[in-house]
């Protein structure tokens, strides 16, 4: 049974604003930072709509003009949020999108206390305290910084006012304005507490991810693209790790060369694409033929070359190459032909032969040549007898 995975609301809220064109560089973290702006936006307008609503049914029952202002005020900050999620759908900028969102959340939490007794009694003042760290955290800190500096000159500015003598009104009755205050300063609380939280996941998230694409870096800077083997440079690497290890322990290791035979006319005859396949095919019966901590390498167009780790004898290394030239001559049926590819084997025995690794490869190269050169007689040879 296939398994399906869930998908909650909030990442189909991710999904309808936040697109692949926000991203330029794979390891850039607008993502994550986006997906708390939308979902900082989002639960915003939610609640800015109830409170909207209940201020306008308590406007419609006492028909108070301070119900009219707030619920104006809140009307006012519903359609900013709305406003920021449609812009921000529209265009993808997150730098823009979180000033919409600091302009709209600025206004909403100073606002009210114009209708509230004023900065030095309104319980919503403690709410300003989540622009600048939402702004940090969406926009980092050059932009936190400039939108505590501007949410400072608002509250500062409603301060001098009442210094000046300026009374604003208080909506709020007295009676209920120590619960209005803890309720402000909770809702402060988990506004914040969800903010972190949300960066704290988005960063864990590009860790894993900066993590996974740095080890598939790795990975292609060490295979060969094609086949999947090791590539040239970790070949070499691997081969004197192997050489070191067979002198400290008194064992031989043994570098072997291989070269396809006529594979220039595969290429000619069937194509490029067939070619590769052909490549492929090899990589996999060479690699299945050696012990897993051997080293199976693709060094060239149609040359690859083994390192076999921690031999008793140089027999052993005869053993595996006879095993080789045995799997090589099997027909290969790749895109619904069949291909007949052999191989020519040299071999070079560390520390026999040498220990260093472009001697060790130029010696099973030569001894390669060799191979080639005796196999290419022995079939004129055939080809003159018959």
Request: hydrophobic fraction near 45%; charged fraction near 20%.
């Amino acid at each position: 049974m296939s398994r399906i995975k869930k998908i909650t609301a909030l990442q189909r809220l991710h999904r309808i604003f936040v697109t692949d064109r926000l991203l330029e560089g794979s390891l850039n973290d607008a993502r994550q930072r986006a997906k708390i702006l939308v979902s900082v936006v989002a639960i915003s307008a939610l609640s800015g709509t109830l409170l909207t609503l209940s201020l306008g049914t308590a406007y419609l029952i006492t028909r108070s003009s301070l119900y009219f202002t707030a619920t104006v005020m809140s009307l006012i900050t519903v359609l900013g949020y709305l406003g920021t999620l449609w812009y921000f759908k529209r265009r993808q900028s997150l730098l823009s999108g979180a000033n919409f969102y600091a302009v709209t959340a600025t206004f909403s939490t100073v606002a009210p206390c114009t209708i509230t007794g004023g900065v030095t009694v309104s319980p919503y003042l403690s709410l300003v305290l989540v622009v600048p760290i939402f702004l940090f955290l969406i926009s980092g800190r050059r932009y936190g910084i400039y939108w505590s500096l501007a949410v400072g000159v608002c509250i500062i500015s409603l301060l001098v006012f009442e210094l000046m003598g300026i009374r604003f009104p208080q909506i709020i009755p007295q009676s209920a304005a120590a619960t209005f205050t803890f309720l402000t300063w909770a809702i402060t609380l988990v506004l914040l507490v969800m903010g972190l939280i949300g960066y704290e996941q988005s960063f864990e998230l590009l860790t894993k991810r900066i993590t996974a694409e740095r080890g598939q870096f790795a990975h292609e800077a060490m295979h060969d693209p094609l086949t999947g083997l090791s590539n040239r440079k970790r070949f070499f690497s691997r081969a004197n790790e192997a050489v070191d290890d067979a002198l400290m322990r008194k064992h031989k290791t043994a570098v072997i060369f291989i070269d396809l035979d006529d594979f220039k006319s595969i290429n000619d005859n069937f194509g490029h694409n067939i070619g590769d396949e052909v490549l492929n095919a090899v990589a996999h019966r060479l690699q299945s033929s050696v012990r897993s901590e051997d080293t199976v390498a693709r060094i060239g167009g149609d040359e690859f070359a083994i390192v076999l780790q921690g031999i008793e004898r140089a027999d052993s290394a005869e053993l595996i190459v006879e095993k080789l030239y045995k799997t090589l001559e099997k027909p290969l049926i790749v895109g619904g032909h069949t291909i007949l590819s052999a191989g020519s084997i040299g071999v070079a025995i560390a520390p026999d032969h040498g220990v260093e690794i472009d001697r060790l490869l130029r010696m099973a190269d030569e001894a390669m040549y060799r191979a080639k050169q005796i196999r290419a007689e022995e079939l004129q040879g055939l080809a003159s007898a018959g």
